[in-house]
């Protein structure tokens, strides 16, 4: 999912916001279609949206603010996701508690973010100057 949400963010430094909120709801419905239930759903909640919010809270914010509200969508994502995972499925299959759950997904999501980060510096430098 997180591979899936690049070519948003190469639309977005390619050829603006429109275009990427484009990519964004052609991937998330590709993904629905292929990937169907809540699998789908965690891009579109969570992933496929998140360079174009990472883009506008990096230029907008100070680095300290700029993850505070990163992870404030972070936890809003992933509190729709819960909630849809509990009426899909039943609650023992969710297996571990939310809490530990939203721990591991919010350090997962700021290591997320970092190597984000290094990737879009990458395509930068490297990968871009091959595009028109």
Known sequence: MAIASFPVCAA???????????????????????FPGLPGLAYALVLGYYPLLKSLFERK???????????????????????????ALAADE????????????????????????FLIRVYIEKIARYFP
């Open 61 to 87: 914010f100070r680095p300290v603010y700029s993850l505070l509200l990163k992870l404030a969508v972070y936890s809003a994502a992933f509190a729709a996701y819960w909630a849809l995972a509990e009426r």
């Open 94 to 117: 969710l297996g571990w508690p939310w809490p530990l759950l939203y721990a591991l997904g919010a350090a997962t999501f700021v290591i997320y973010d970092w190597a984000y980060s």
């Open 12 to 34: 977005l430094m390619m050829y603006g916001p429109w275009w990427a909120l484009g990519v964004f709801a052609v991937t998330a419905a590709l993904g629905n279609i292929l």
